[in-house]
């Protein structure tokens, strides 16, 4: 089951990114761009978005597991207790992006609104959702990194966790700040999928692997 969840997260979660970007053309779009586009391709927009909200439950099976992986000790338990619960942060906050992202398309960008898509108001509304929305995506994806990091470290020497789980925990948490520098440099937007799809990795691999009975790598 926890092979399939983490598979299933990371598999979901690319989709759910290459759909957004496909809609906005990968690129960094105004408000007036970012409600045109919606409006264009509204049922995937709103598909994507319930996707993102709903593929968080699968993260519950694979910290369970990882946690059991982990917790060897009283000072790896304290850790994998703090990494728990950033994994727990960046569900809600990326089900809070999902939630504000599909507000923007179901409501915002729904039938009725198109007569006014070049009214100010209807822009602000756009840009004020879509920045809740970024913002939520981006601290939850920074959550999960900082999780996968604390997870990683607190398992190490575990048999069940492959060697290559701390060195990728950390690459996945580097890139993640230097998507940050996008607020400055938008063409630092190209580290998000990177930073995204190493995270993704580890947490479909890891995952997999901390489900293996110990008894099993001994």
Same mark, same amino acid.
């Given at each position: 089951?926890?092979?399939?969840?983490?598979?299933?997260?990371?598999?979901?979660?690319?989709?759910? #990114?290459?759909?957004?970007?496909?809609? &906005?053309?990968?690129?960094?779009?105004?408000?007036?761009?970012?409600?045109?586009?919606? /409006?264009?391709?509204?049922?995937?927009?709103?598909?994507?978005? &319930?996707?993102?909200?709903?593929?968080?439950?699968?993260? !519950?099976?694979?910290?369970?597991?990882?946690?059991?992986?982990?917790? =060897?000790?009283?000072?790896?338990?304290?850790?994998? =207790?703090?990494?728990?619960?950033?994994?727990?942060?960046?569900?809600?906050?990326? $089900?809070?992006?999902? /939630?504000?992202?599909?507000?923007?398309?179901?409501?915002?960008?729904?039938?009725?609104?198109?007569?006014?898509?070049?009214?100010?108001? #209807?822009?602000?509304?756009?840009?004020? !959702?879509?920045?809740?929305?970024?913002?939520?995506?981006?601290?939850?994806?920074?959550?999960?990194?900082?999780?996968?990091?604390?997870?990683?470290?607190?398992?190490?020497?575990?048999?069940?966790?492959?060697?290559?789980?701390?060195?990728?925990?950390?690459?996945?948490?580097?890139?993640? &700040?230097?998507?940050?520098?996008?607020?400055?440099?938008?063409?630092?937007? $190209?580290?998000?999928?990177?930073?995204?799809?190493?995270?993704?990795?580890?947490?479909?691999?890891?995952?997999?692997?901390? =489900?293996?009975?110990?008894?099993?790598?001994?």
């Amino acid at each position: 089951m926890t092979a399939w969840a983490g598979a299933a997260y990371a598999v979901v979660s690319l989709i759910v #990114l290459a759909v957004q970007g496909a809609i &906005v053309h990968f690129e960094v779009v105004t408000p007036e761009e970012l409600l045109a586009d919606v /409006v264009a391709q509204r049922p995937a927009w709103v598909a994507a978005q &319930v996707a993102l909200a709903a593929v968080q439950a699968l993260l !519950v099976p694979v910290v369970i597991a990882l946690l059991g992986a982990v917790a =060897a000790s009283p000072k790896s338990r304290a850790a994998a =207790a703090g990494g728990a619960a950033f994994f727990g942060l960046a569900g809600t906050l990326l $089900v809070l992006s999902g /939630v504000f992202h599909g507000v923007l398309g179901v409501h915002l960008a729904s039938p009725a609104t198109r007569g006014a898509a070049d009214g100010a108001a #209807l822009l602000r509304d756009v840009a004020l !959702v879509h920045a809740f929305g970024d913002t939520c995506y981006f601290a939850g994806t920074a959550a999960l990194g900082i999780g996968i990091v604390v997870l990683a470290r607190a398992g190490r020497g575990d048999p069940r966790l492959p060697r290559w789980s701390d060195p990728l925990a950390h690459a996945a948490a580097v890139v993640g &700040v230097l998507q940050f520098a996008w607020f400055a440099v938008p063409a630092a937007a $190209v580290f998000a999928p990177v930073a995204a799809l190493a995270q993704l990795v580890w947490i479909a691999g890891a995952g997999r692997a901390a =489900a293996r009975p110990l008894e099993a790598v001994r």
